[in-house]
């Protein structure tokens, strides 16, 4: 596994914080991205879809780990089968939450005070699970492989190139222009796993678009460049990450 996980971290006990932060820190393959001892705060960050495994306290003011959690996981159910899941580790100091965090798919139940040891062997099953679905092909996070024709042809793409995949039945269309494209022998929910989740978001049930080929969206329609046609825009309430990367981009 090349590219580093991306770890957030809410608790509303700032010393728990810095604990967990030097955790992450002296651990491999993990880099902290944000930490807050708001968990308001926290799930607005989560919803920008900037992490890959939270660290969460289950008992906290205004908004408690469980119902936290509740809200990230109906967040990502409409794209559950095209995206990878966040992983979710929690740190309680106390047991009495565990069965039931156990009911929303959480890696890990950590409990309070936490040892480095019990810590690594939580992070080792998001690593596990990433790698998992994460082959990396070539070592470079910005380029990939695809096997065209026969099993002995396999053709580069370079990520930042892609201007947006179209589902085509159990295949893949990479559009690089009008004219140029690449036909995935894959269904796009694996394509996408594979792609930058900051960058690609999917906004239609057959469509995900690269947004830094955005040029104009105009109500259902969005204009890429290079592009002589418009992209679908599917309903902005299932589609919640492509709502969420609007409404956080306007000025």
């Known amino acids: 596994m090349l590219k580093k996980i991306r770890v957030g971290i809410i608790d509303d006990d700032q010393h728990a914080i810095d604990f967990l932060s030097a955790y992450v820190a002296k651990t491999d393959g993990l880099v902290k991205v944000f930490e807050t001892v708001d968990p308001q705060k926290g799930l607005t960050k989560v919803r ?14 205004n ?25 979710v580790i929690i740190c309680s100091g106390t047991d009495k939450y565990a069965a039931a965090s156990y ?10 005070p936490l040892e480095y040891l019990r810590f690594v062997e939580a992070v080792d099953k998001v690593k596990q699970y990433w790698n998992e679905r994460h082959p990396i092909l070539i070592p470079n996070e910005q380029i990939f492989l695809v096997k065209v024709g026969n099993m002995y042809h396999h053709k580069l793409v370079r990520i930042p190139e892609i201007i947006f995949l179209e589902a ?16 995935v022998g894959k ?15 999917q906004c239609h049930r057959s469509f995900v678009v690269n947004t830094d080929y955005i040029v104009d969206i105009f109500n259902k329609e969005i204009k890429m460049r290079y592009l002589a046609n418009e992209v679908s825009v599917g309903d902005r309430n299932i589609y919640k990450e492509f709502r969420l990367w609007e409404v956080s981009n306007k000025l």
């Open 63 to 87: 908004l408690s780990g469980i119902e936290l959690i509740a809200q990230i996981k109906e967040l990502q159910r409409p794209s559950r089968k095209s995206r990878l899941g966040m992983q």
């Open 187 to 201: 269904p796009m929910s694996y394509v996408l796993e594979r792609l930058p989740r900051e960058r690609f978001i």
């Open 48 to 61: 920008t879809g900037t992490i890959d495994l939270l660290i969460v306290d289950m008992v906290m003011a």
């Open 168 to 183: 085509d039945g159990m295949e893949c269309i990479l559009w690089f222009g009008d004219a140029i494209k690449i036909v």
């Open 103 to 112: 009911h929303y798919d959480v890696t890990d139940y950590l409990p309070k």
